[in-house]
């Protein structure tokens, strides 16, 4: 079994749900086609393992699982592939033994001589890139080259096992089981915090990666002052702050392990730590003392990225938390690329897959630091980059989907902050108090609320949404407060939707009927129409018959004909219903749904293209848009869709 399809198992280990292939090709960060084969190849090696349906993928038999992944584990290396030989082969020598028997390799691994050979030659290749080489002498295989090096291919060699799975101490405990990686990672946080410095989890694991490579690595190293010859010094100075840390660390090891570092290697380290860690109490620093430690370009490359992403995607990272935060990320990675440090990120598979958007996004900001400073980006950097702006459009997110609360509570009853510290509590993921008033006078200083939670019965009724509880907050009005939340909820999709929707979908681009003899003619039309009514250049026509030449755009009764690339000058949809159904190459199709979209409008073309195939994947939703026979039907049918 290979290791892809082991990693895909464990994952349905975990699940009691079923998974679809999209679900697992995001966490994965392979394609749909990948998994689908590998299912397949499972399922040709062990019957009926993996039950499949239209909700996706179960494992129901998870004894049965447990029983093959135990054997798999502990099964040998001879149903291994060329790819786990070679990995066999590294770990052997450079993390078991200096060198290792040319004939128990071939035992090992159970292939001829001539084979062994074949790999020992293309795994020379993959060694020369990190200017090492494999050499056999007396029939001893070994790796030679520099110490640096051959800790980085240790590194590269445990950082591919953890692509597809969040890389932990225990991952790494796999490959260097001889010390308590746990125990370092408690030492390393106990020196930070004492000097009032933290790392983040990615920066932690790299730290603890580098330290346990080279503790293991000294077994090999007898002499205590090992150097590689010829290697260049550092070219940045490291401050006494940051060696104070290091030396700290390097000293509650000791004790620990009783294992001293080279001078060299606590430099290294020092390298790493300073190219991470963050001061604690850097949220709350100003402008004045984050340009101090920041510096004058970065603060100039923060200010230009936030106003390029205001610009081309409509995204506010004006946050003062996130421009701290982000400008302290692009110091310390700065300070990383200027000095050949690799940060390796093993989710970059997953933040691609998963959120394309927001890597576009982080592509678009890593082309403005290799213009600004020549430095070029890997992809491990980006994808940190992606997360920082995830976890600010993700703060947003939670702020804007909540409601705007005012609470009114008489101050002669139950005290006002306790009760709204408890609702606070009980509906966090739904409401945010933004006012507290004892009078319902005092309700006219506020605006902008989605909702009235008030203790006392109310002498007005023009306000729209209200909800009266007891002081005590019981437990039937906490069940009518989440009733009066879905209320709002609902209402303000079917608004938000109804917006959207009468936004992108136009009257003059609402066809019904129009007896369009196959794709071609339908295609021809439409396109025409947009065109003549400027909404896409002359040129788009083609683009859409050219896309339906590499694939067709029909799925079930519908067609949703589009370019390959996002170029109308403005977004919209042209709609075509067809009760009796028309042509769409081998199949027919009741609706057609032509997308022009305009590259501002990337993230709504797929909210638009879920929200169009959820509906009509249900029969039932397809006769009744098919009866529309006016625009305005046709819109409140969709809005009355939305969840």
């Not at 071939?106 to 074949?118: E, F, G, H, W, Y």
């Amino acid at each position: 079994m290979h290791e892809k399809e082991k990693v895909l198992l464990r994952l349905l280990m975990t699940q009691d749900a079923w998974l679809t292939s999209f679900s697992i090709s995001s966490l994965l960060g392979i394609s749909i086609r990948s998994v689908k084969s590998y299912i397949s190849d499972i399922n040709a090696a062990y019957p009926e393992l993996v039950v499949s349906s239209h909700r996706g993928f179960l494992v129901k038999d998870k004894k049965r699982l447990t029983g093959i992944l135990q054997t798999a584990k502990s099964g040998g290396l001879r149903q291994q592939g060329i790819e786990d030989r070679k990995k066999y082969i590294l770990q052997k020598l450079l993390l078991d033994q200096e060198q290792y028997d040319f004939d128990l390799f071939t035992d090992d691994l159970a292939i001829s001589p001539v084979t062994l050979m074949k790999e020992l030659s293309g795994l020379n290749g993959e060694l020369s890139e990190y200017e090492l080489s494999l050499k056999t002498k007396n029939n001893m295989v070994s790796i030679t080259g520099r110490e640096t090096d051959k800790k980085k291919m240790i590194s590269r060699l445990i950082y591919e096992d953890a692509r597809e799975s969040f890389l932990s101490i225990k991952l790494i405990e796999n490959y260097l089981p001889r010390y308590d990686l746990a125990e370092v990672r408690k030492i390393i946080f106990s020196c930070l915090r004492k000097h009032h410095y933290f790392m983040d989890d990615f920066s932690m694991m790299n730290l603890i990666l580098h330290i346990a490579i080279t503790l293991e690595r000294h077994r090999f190293c007898k002499a205590p002052a090992h150097t590689d010859k010829g290697r260049e010094a550092p070219k940045i100075f490291v401050n006494a702050h940051i060696q104070a840390i290091m030396t700290n660390i390097a000293e509650s090891l000791y004790e620990k392990f009783d294992m001293k570092f080279t001078t060299q290697e606590t430099n290294d380290f020092s390298l790493l730590v300073m190219s991470s860690v963050i001061k604690d109490s850097a949220d709350k620093m100003q402008a004045g003392a984050l340009e101090e430690t920041a510096g004058e370009g970065v603060i100039r490359l923060v200010k230009m990225m936030q106003e390029k992403a205001e610009e081309w995607f409509n995204i506010s990272l004006a946050d003062p938390g996130f421009t701290v935060r982000l400008a302290l990320h692009i110091k310390n990675l700065l300070t990383r690329l200027e000095n050949n440090i690799r940060l390796r990120n093993p989710q970059t598979s997953m933040i691609k897959n998963t959120y394309p958007f927001i890597y576009d996004v982080s592509v678009y900001m890593a082309c403005i630091i290799t213009r600004e400073t020549g430095c070029i980006l890997s992809e491990d950097e980006i994808s940190y980059i992606a997360l920082h702006l995830g976890v600010l459009i993700e703060e947003n997110n939670n702020i804007k989907d909540k409601l705007r609360v005012i609470l009114l509570n008489p101050r002669y009853f139950y005290n006002s902050m306790k009760l709204a510290e408890r609702i606070g509590r009980i509906f966090d993921d739904n409401l945010l108090i933004t006012g507290i008033v004892s009078l319902e006078d005092e309700l006219a200083d506020y605006s902008g609320y989605d909702l009235i939670i008030t203790t006392i019965p109310l002498a007005s009724f023009t306000y729209t949404s209200f909800v009266q509880i007891s002081r005590n907050l019981n437990n039937n009005d906490i069940s009518v407060v989440y009733g009066k939340i879905a209320d709002i909820l609902k209402m303000r999709i079917k608004m938000k939707v109804e917006a959207k929707l009468k936004h992108i979908f136009r009257e003059e681009l609402f066809y019904v009927s129009r007896g369009f003899k196959d794709q071609n003619d339908a295609i021809t039309v439409m396109a025409d129409d947009l065109a003549e009514r400027g909404y896409v250049d002359a040129n788009f026509k083609e683009k859409l018959f050219h896309r339906e030449k590499v694939s067709s755009s029909a799925y079930s009764n519908i067609a949703m004909p589009h370019p390959l690339e996002m170029c109308a000058f403005t977004s919209v949809v042209g709609v075509s219903l067809h009760p009796h159904g028309i042509t769409w190459n081998n199949t027919r199709v009741n609706i057609v749904f032509l997308l022009a979209i305009n590259t501002r409008d990337r993230l709504f073309f797929k909210d638009i293209f879920d929200f169009i195939t959820e509906i009509i994947s249900d029969e039932h939703n397809l006769k009744i848009i098919l009866e529309a026979k006016t625009f305005d039907k046709f819109i409140d049918i969709l809005v009355s869709f939305a969840k």
